[in-house]
């Protein structure tokens, strides 16, 4: 889908819902056994402002999701982001939902701070992709497959994406014999392999390895 038909998406919901300003909120790292779970927030300032190349962040490769994501961020005011993360600790403490709706709830606040900052006006309604939303301070729609469909989202998509690899690679420089850069956490026959043979890390989520150790 074009870059047009993302904001043209945006623009028909808030008139819809009679909303002045929208933002976008997705996750990324919600199935892997290792590392924090990321969201990003992605409010545009600039109605004008384009990125050609913008979609679903699982559709582009890590090269192309890097560049989008530099180009948000080096975009001078006229796209904000927010991003909020939620550790494998809370994750085990309270399950990977509530975990990821805390992310979100991070996100929101971290771009709305931003908004004061520079003295913008905050979002009205907040656009979540999937069919769940956590509780915010403003009035929020889930959008199913949001990230191939909402601007907004799909930006959210790539910010939390690109930021959460970031961090795993970070991982990978701190446990090097797991190939965190390789498989990001996520449950590949790798991963497992490192696991069985150097056991389990400060950053894995115990509660996604309750087969290994043997917990209910």
Do not use: W
Request: neutral net charge.
């Amino acid at each position: 889908m074009t870059y047009a038909k993302l904001c043209a998406f945006d623009k028909d919901i808030m008139k819809t819902e009679k909303a002045n300003f929208v933002c976008g909120i997705d996750e990324a790292g919600r199935g892997p056994l290792a590392g924090e779970v990321y969201a990003g927030c992605v409010y545009i300032a600039d109605e004008n402002f384009e990125i050609t190349e913008l979609n679903d962040s699982k559709k582009l490769s890590e090269k192309k999701r890097e560049k989008i994501f530099d180009y948000i961020d080096n975009s001078k005011g006229k796209i904000y982001y927010g991003y909020g993360t939620a550790t494998e600790k809370e994750i085990d403490e309270i399950n990977i939902l509530n975990a990821t709706y805390l992310a979100m709830q991070r996100a929101y606040e971290n771009l709305a701070q931003k908004l004061k900052e520079d003295n913008l006006p905050l979002p009205t309604l907040a656009l979540i992709d999937g069919n769940r939303a956590p509780k915010l301070p403003i009035e929020t729609k889930t959008v199913v497959k949001g990230d191939a469909q909402s601007a907004v989202i799909a930006s959210a998509s790539i910010v939390a994406k690109v930021l959460r690899d970031r961090y795993m690679i970070k991982v990978a420089e701190k446990y090097p014999e797991y190939c965190f850069e390789k498989h990001k956490g996520y449950g590949t026959k790798l991963h497992y392999e490192k696991i069985e043979e150097y056991g389990i890390l400060p950053v894995h989520r115990l509660s996604f390895l309750k087969k290994i150790t043997g917990e209910k």
